[in-house]
């Protein structure tokens, strides 16, 4: 279940010693070929941490053999000498992996860079470049396991994900648990392929495979300086799907982490879905669950296990969606505690005990509909995010 499972990859993860616990810090993917397609996908953050500008500006050449990423520093708000960090870490992984692998002749611009941590704190260069030198010396088909776990901050899991193919297969692995909000991307996450996809394809399965689940979540409506999926295609398979076929696999891997992201998410007790149906376009029901998803007063609701119907029509009030207020029902876990915009069942009857709720809320207004997912908000956010990180 890693990034390795896919042919022609290569990951590791050790300890270099930016962590101040001692725990792994540095991974390494490398693509190994024949293929090196890329695509990527980032932070809508105007605030975009120097790895998230580098690797910007490498993922338009189309080609990617390497990604470095570090957790215990995020390198954003760092000015030009964190970019220039960024530079000598690919320059350095680059001259690094071709010394050790000489048939793959990496320049920086084939290297990508994801940083993942405390924001406004320079990284520890004596410390990184060496531990990106101990990650090489560990690659292997076997080292994606590792590599999941040194990205690693608040994560109490890492979480990787496998989607077979017909003959081709996707890998991944991500992190987060905190600053999850819509964005076309929520996290650090490396996607791994074994088919045969060009760049202009694998970005078009990209998109449309965050659009509908990692752009869907929303722990605790903020959004990171360093959200970073990328992509990777070695073609290692020889096989080469269609695009609707690399998309509906990729979607499943992007799902599958995403609902790994939200179950680890920090203090939370309950993962909740809201599915808005009956939406007069697509837009407005996603407009209408993240609005449910961000509201404070139905997550702190929901903590307590109280269905209060009343702050989830609050919430959906806030929107430009078309409905009309006393057209509205709402369910939770299956209970109709609302019809017409007014109290319908009895709430004593909707079960909150467990982790899982379902909220379906009905705008009656049309034939599109979205599902966003989010979690409670519970006593133990506050001392998880005592430290603002990225």
Known sequence: MTVTVPRGFRASGVAAGLKSGGASDVALVVNDGPDATVAGVFTANRVKAAPVLWTQQVVRGGVVRAVVLNSGGANACTGPAGFQDTHATAEHTAAALTSASPRLRLGAGDV?????????????????????????????????????????????????????????????????????????????????????AGPDVLDAALRAACRVTFDR???????????????????????????????????????????????????????????VVGAAGEDDAVEVGRA????????????????????????????????????IDVAVNGVWVCRGGAAAEDRAKVDLTGRDVTIRIDLHSGSDRATVWTNDLSHAYVHENSAYSS
């Open 217 to 275: 979540i929303d722990s605790d409506g903020c959004m990171s300086t360093n959200d970073t999926v990328l992509l990777l295609a070695s073609g290692a398979s020889g096989i080469e799907p269609t695009e609707a076929e690399l998309t509906a696999a990729v979607t499943a891997a992007c799902h599958d982490l995403a609902q790994q992201l939200l179950a680890d998410a920090e203090g939370a007790t309950k993962q909740i879905a809201i599915e």
């Open 292 to 327: 449910v998803a961000r509201n404070n007063l139905v997550k702190t609701a929901l903590f307590g296990n109280d269905p209060n119907w009343g702050r989830i029509l609050a919430a959906v009030g806030t929107t430009a969606a078309a409905f009309e207020p006393d057209g």
């Open 112 to 196: 990508a860079v994801c940083s993942t941590g405390l924001i406004g704190e320079r990284l520890p260069m004596p410390k990184l470049l060496p531990g990106v030198r101990a990650a090489i010396r560990g690659l292997s088909r076997e080292g994606g396991a590792d590599a999941a776990e040194a990205i690693m901050t608040t994560d109490t899991r890492p979480k990787t994900t496998v989607v077979p193919g017909s003959g081709w297969t996707v890998g991944g692995m991500a992190k987060g648990a905190g600053m999850l909000a819509p964005a076309m991307a929520t996290m650090l996450c490396v996607l791994t392929t074994d088919a045969v």
